[in-house]
Nanobody
Framework: QLQLVESGGGLVQPGGSLRLSCRASDGRILDSYAISWFRQAPGKEREGVSCINRSGSLIVYADSVKGRFTISRDDFRQAVYLQMNSLNPEDTAVYYC??????????????????WGPGVPVTVSS
C-alpha cells in the first residue's frame, strides 16, 4: 500500500499563496500514479479540487479553483504540487492528496481513490 504525505499548508492572509506538496512517505516515485487533491472544510463534504493523470496529459480543476490553482507533477523530485494563488477564506480546509484516478471531480469522486495522505490544514484568514 502506498502511503502519501502532504506538506506546505499553514495560515495565509486572503489574497496570498501556498504550495502544497504530495509525496510517498517511502520515497517512491509517483510517476505511475494519477494523483488527485481533495479538501474538506469543517462540517462539509470532501470535495475534489484538482487531479492529474500519470502522463500529465489530463488535468482537471474544480470550478471553484479554476484560474487560481495549478497542479503539476515533478517525477524527478517525486512529488505532485498544488500551487494555490489568490486564496480566500472559502479555501480554508484540510487538503488531501490521493491515488489513483483522475476524471470528473463529482460528489463521489473521493470514492474512486485508493490511497490517501493524512491531510494538511490550510487556513485563510486575516
Amino acid at each position: 500500500q502506498l502511503q502519501l504525505v502532504e506538506s506546505g499548508g499553514g495560515l495565509v492572509q486572503p489574497g496570498g499563496s501556498l504550495r502544497l506538496s504530495c509525496r510517498a512517505s517511502d520515497g517512491r516515485i509517483l510517476d505511475s500514479y494519477a494523483i488527485s487533491w481533495f479538501r474538506q472544510a469543517p462540517g462539509k463534504e470532501r470535495e475534489g479540487v484538482s487531479c492529474i493523470n500519470r502522463s500529465g496529459s489530463l488535468i482537471v480543476y474544480a470550478d471553484s479553483v479554476k484560474g487560481r490553482f495549478t497542479i503539476s507533477r515533478d517525477d524527478f523530485r517525486q512529488a505532485v504540487y498544488l500551487q494555490m494563488n489568490s486564496l480566500n477564506p472559502e479555501d480554508t480546509a484540510v487538503y488531501y492528496c490521493a491515488t489513483d484516478w483522475c476524471g470528473d471531480l463529482d460528489a463521489v469522486a473521493y470514492r474512486r481513490m485508493h490511497d490517501w495522505g493524512p491531510g494538511v490544514p490550510v487556513t485563510v484568514s486575516s
